[in-house]
């Protein structure tokens, strides 16, 4: 996982996908749907007997074998560690029957592990620890190859300076300096983490003219304040270091080949490369720093108290800067290079329909170990490669065809998945049913998921499948919220941070991402098998309970007749999506009345909410010929990438999807609508008209799009 | 100056030479000298005129001037800053009229700053600081180009280890963790510095088995048990690092080339050079600590007090061994190849016997800014170089040359003398009148002299013939005991550990260091130009008082008629060596009588007594011949020469000087008489009767000289 949560608790591992849950959570029940949709009657007869098998073939033995094995040592990207993980990968599913293929690329990042060192000057020299602690509870803390903590993508430099405190480092807490008065120039910049992705705050902080800047990690953020720290608790000690990329380009992926793959310098098959100078990487050194380090500056400081909201929580009071008495010397020596990225996927390939994909994915370079971040993902899906395998042995190959994705380079932005969409796009965009990302979905037993709207449906029946480990109840059973509240589970929207983005945002193919959620310590040191067994997954029973899950979700999406995508969700959730955008606009005082589109969303919702209904019917009318349920799923497949805008977002070219994007100010959230909501809050009322046309012809060509299926289903338009 | 002192207080500047001063104090009043000798009458009237004019010569401008500007920046061996100073040197002598030369040599030694660092590893990570704090009061300690402590020729290596404190890491120290039974092999070793020279620490640490040492300030050896700590007072701070090097080689210069000069790769002129690998630097990895840092580690310790005599000034009970529950981590990265070495060197040529010199010297690359150690020396060499120019200028050449040479690399073990005496020994031999030392000799009020025993006389004489600068006294009046003992200042015999060495051990030439000694943070941050002028000379006044000593010592070498050598001195010296050695050996219960020796020196003095008057008289016979006294003057220069042994100390074929050599146990104390010496620390009773028989030799060819010598004077043998 790339980035941080908001408030970076760190206990709900799902946390930047849920970007806009608020928004969700008070939708109602979701669209009743047949208990296995997409299917005729004997489909779902010979669905419901394989996943009955493949229930029973994940094991908490191959799971733990498999977890202890990837994270035995750290394995950054462009390690020799991470090669040896990446060679377990394919070794395992080859093992397990799926064709498996590298694909490899050389992007641009930092080589090897940079040297940083943050110390006090004034007024004492006093060296900073930036490492966690060797704990006789966690062996691995004490793995020769760990090192100290760094932010990938921070400049080189060597500053020595008075200091500021800029609470999270958010556009609003420098806007909020500017207006006190603080003088920012040349100063280093310390900020907690929290409230945004890390990048953000580097770029913020380096906007405000600042020499450098320190991210540490706020005890009221994850640390005591939330409950026993480690390795007495799950929470962050006072030597736990987030690291993390600080990458903030308006592209994931490589640097330096936005929109075209990075494929290896010796392939002569790139066009060209960004020169490095001309990319809008970090120009100041970064760290990050654990909060028994931060508290030396921080209980230092002699200038004004901090504003309401602003005070941490280490035991004084915080103030806005430090005094020409206080100065902090800050050095980060990280060059960078070409460093080869290998994702290693695996194939089922499809018995009848090959050339249609379901794809699963997590990436498993780490910073750490990677126990929880990204691992537990992994192990899972060696798990279910290993059941697939074994059904497809048993004579129950999928119908489509099932990829597996081990990405490489996520953690120092999003790299290996989207050199990998770039290079495959066209194929994707025929091809790719949905992709579903796999990413620290393993670290406790609360479940959680985010989707593009068509499959928060088949995720819900999913969960209503698998039993959760911990009593008889099933994991749907479990995610219901709390007795009384009388609706369906939160399905969130799909925020940004990790390998889904370049498939949902760039091609538009329907993603999600699902996990079983609890405490992890992600980028520290303390991400280790010893910490995952410990507060993660005792029993490691909750890795194999999500192979189920994303095992029976894919087998749906690969065996159904029709595919079973949650058409119905986008009339209510756009609608919701409008709403929500009039309350932004009253919010910012921008008077807009989104008219048109709450007509468009309307007539779609119409359509839309027929569609289930047309489906089953179809299906139930008998057997169709495989063409023309081919045909029929080609349309299906097609319907999302109608909400593809193809010149790109306004903000963000690369970003094409309309239906969510990136929020260019904290680089963390996901809005919704993107295009509208970017003029929206640059306040420009005649571009949110200029954008709410072009919105309006996207749904009506979705609404035509679905009316057209709708007639293909033999329902009345 | 190279190396530390005993008990490393660091108030008094000319420690290391003084290491048998005790066995001085005691020798009553020196032979009793006429007012100018070796002087015709008409030759002390000139030379009393030359030298009220050179009295008045030296200002504190000037000296304040260059001191200010030598020591602008760090500037060790190797540096920028360092080669800028040659040139600041070489450009102020050839103002002042003397002939300037460079002579440059290859040596194998450290390149750059080397990467080191020391933290706890357990219970907790903790980086220890190895800086000097910033001071407002000197603002030299916020140079940009300051730098943590290290130790020269320190071995790369990264190693984590318990650790174990050895005292002062002397032979003894170690000999009693064996006798206790304290394990050493793989252990970070602690020990403090003082006692001995801080390579001894290393090579004992290493035999030992240890995997690493790191040498510490302790606050009862310098720091707040001795006074006000910098900046309120001049000791140790708990930041102050003493820099220094560890290399421990029977030769002092280049590692590669013992008794050889290293000159440059390029000149083709060097027959061969050791193999890096063959040559005994250490294997492990050192590095100083200043005691806010030592404490760190001190105070977890958890093993046995340590015994009598071994508790530090560290508010705790200090602890052998710090068991498993603390380790530390020592990582040093210290490459070594050839670096250059420029010794500058200026000559007065003399006006009728050019072809004898009388050398002043002193070193110019400095641990950090150098102000104490060493350029206040550097500073008052050319002030007075200054001066004699003038005074050349004035028509007042001296007769013999003087040659003021600025050395190279001294501080990583004494490189650049060593070499250049490597490269002229058969002109030095034949040459040099004597060598006079100006390593760290301005640092306050009490002057301090140590010598081979033919200069102790001149030096007295001196220090009458000059002013203090605090009063109407005479520097002399100062130097003399507290009133009450009735004797004359011990003037001391000179030890190891600055450029004296090779001139005094490998050569024979007569050699002095003299000072006016005070405190000195020496080889830290804060030896810098505010420290001096704020502790060490505030006016400006010892550095041109030094000059007025040095220049009139020199001047009276260069112009005398007959050398002014204290040639009485050698057989009250020597009986006392003697009953020394007689003392040791029934220290260590050998059973050895030195009757042949004691016998043939009691020879020897009734000779040299007479040498003084003998030459008096001679002078008082009138004028002589120059091509007589020319003669006479080789006969005397010869005198030192002949405790020569060509083939080399037993233990060290290098130092060639019956009467000094280095003590092989600790590298710091001389010993006197080493030879035998030897073979009485060896507990060899056979070996002191065959090297008592090489000094009796020895000691009858040298009455035998002096006996001609006398005859040649007109004097009854």
Excluded at 295 to 306: H, T, W
Excluded at 525 to 553: H, K, N, T, V, W
Aim: hydrophobic share 40%; with cysteine; proline share 8%.
């Amino acid at each position: 996982m790339l980035s941080a949560r908001p408030r970076a608790t760190c206990i709900r591992s799902l946390g930047p996908w849920l970007a806009a849950i608020a928004a969700v959570a008070g939708t109602g029940p979701v669209e009743a749907t047949p208990e296995l949709a997409g299917f005729t009657d004997d489909g779902a007869r010979v669905q419901r007997r394989v996943e009955e098998r493949l229930a029973a073939l994940p094991s908490a033995a191959a799971f733990r074998a498999h977890l202890e094995r990837i994270t035995l040592d750290p394995h950054p990207f462009g390690s020799e560690a991470n090669a040896r993980v990446a060679d377990y990968l394919a070794r395992v599913m080859e093992g397990a029957g799926l064709e498996v293929a590298r694909h490899e690329y050389d992007v641009y990042a930092p080589v090897g592990r940079p040297g940083v060192s943050v110390a006090l000057v004034r007024p004492l020299r006093l060296p900073l620890n930036n490492q966690e602690y060797v704990l006789d509870e966690d062996p691995y803390s004490a793995h020769p190859a760990a090192g100290p903590g760094w932010n990938a993508y921070a400049a080189t430099g060597d500053v020595t300076a008075e200091v500021v405190y800029a609470n999270y480092g958010r556009r609003e807490d420098f806007q909020k300096l500017a207006a006190i008065g603080v003088p920012l120039e040349g100063r280093i910049v310390l900020a907690r983490y929290g409230g945004n992705y890390r990048g953000y705050k580097a770029k913020y902080a380096e906007e405000a003219g600042a020499a450098g800047l320190v991210i540490y990690s706020d005890p009221a953020n994850g640390g005591f304040a939330n409950g026993p720290v480690y390795p007495e608790g799950p929470h962050w000690n006072e030597s736990t270091v987030q690291r993390g990329s600080i990458k903030t380009l308006p592209y994931p992926g490589d640097p330096l080949t936005p929109g075209e793959p990075a494929l290896p310098l010796d392939s002569g098959r790139v066009a060209s490369r960004l020169d490095p100078e001309e990319v809008a990487l970090p120009r100041i050194p970064v760290t990050p720093l654990p909060y028994g380090s931060a508290a030396e500056i921080l209980r230092r400081m002699e200038g004004d108290p901090v504003p309401k909201g602003w005070q941490g929580g280490l035991p004084f009071t915080y103030r806005l800067t430090g005094g020409p008495g206080l100065t902090v010397r800050l050095r980060v020596e990280q060059p960078c290079g070409w460093v080869r990225a290998t994702d290693v996927v695996g194939r089922l390939r499809g018995a009848e329909v090959p050339d249609q994909w379901v794809i699963l994915g997590c990436h498993y370079d780490a910073w750490t170990f990677g126990a929880a971040d990204p691992n537990g993902g992994t192990a899972m899906l060696l798990t279910l490669a290993e059941a697939l395998g074994e059904l497809a042995r048993q004579g129950h190959r999928p119908r489509r065809s099932i990829l597996i994705c081990h990405w490489d380079a996520e953690e120092f932005g999003i790299i290996g998945s989207t050199e990998w969409v770039e290079e495959l796009r066209r194929d994707l965009a025929a091809s790719a049913v949905a992709y579903i990302n796999a990413d620290m979905c393993v670290t406790g037993p609360r479940f959680g998921a985010a989707a593009s709207p068509t499959l928060k449906g088949p995720i819900v029946e999913a969960a209503r499948a698998v039993a959760h480990p911990d009593d008889d109840r099933t994991v749907y059973e479990h995610w219901l919220p709390a007795a009384g509240e009388d609706r369906e589970p939160a399905v969130g929207n799909l925020g940004g941070g990790s390998d889904h983005v370049a498939f949902y945002t760039h091609v538009g193919i329907p993603a999600a991402a699902l996990g079983m959620g609890g405490p992890s310590l992600y980028h520290s040191l303390y991400d280790s098998f010893a910490f995952f067994e410990r507060f993660c997954d005792p029993q490691f029973a909750y890795g194999p309970a999500m192979a189920r899950i994303d095992g029976i979700l894919a087998l749906r999406l690969a065996n159904a007749d029709l595919l079973p995508y949650d058409v119905g969700r986008y009339g209510a959730d756009l609608a919701l999506h409008v709403a929500s955008l009039e309350k932004r606009a009253a919010e910012l005082e921008v008077a807009v009345r989104l008219d048109s589109l709450r007509r468009a969303v309307a007539d779609l919702g119409a359509a839309t909410g027929l569609m289930a209904a047309a489906r089953e019917a179809y299906l139930d009318r008998g057997s169709h010929p495989l063409a023309e349920l081919t045909d029929l799923n080609r349309q299906l497949l097609a319907l999302e990438r109608g909400l593809l805008h193809e010149e790109g977002l306004q903000y963000n070219s690369w970003g094409r999807s309309l239906y969510a994007g990136p929020d260019p100010f904290s680089g963390y959230a996901c809005w919704l609508l993107p295009g509208i909501r970017y003029e929206l809050e640059a306040g420009d009322a005649a571009g949110v008209a200029q954008w709410e046309a072009v919105y309006v012809d996207a749904v009506d060509r979705l609404a035509a799009q679905t009316r057209e299926l709708l007639a293909a289903l033999g329902a009345a338009p």
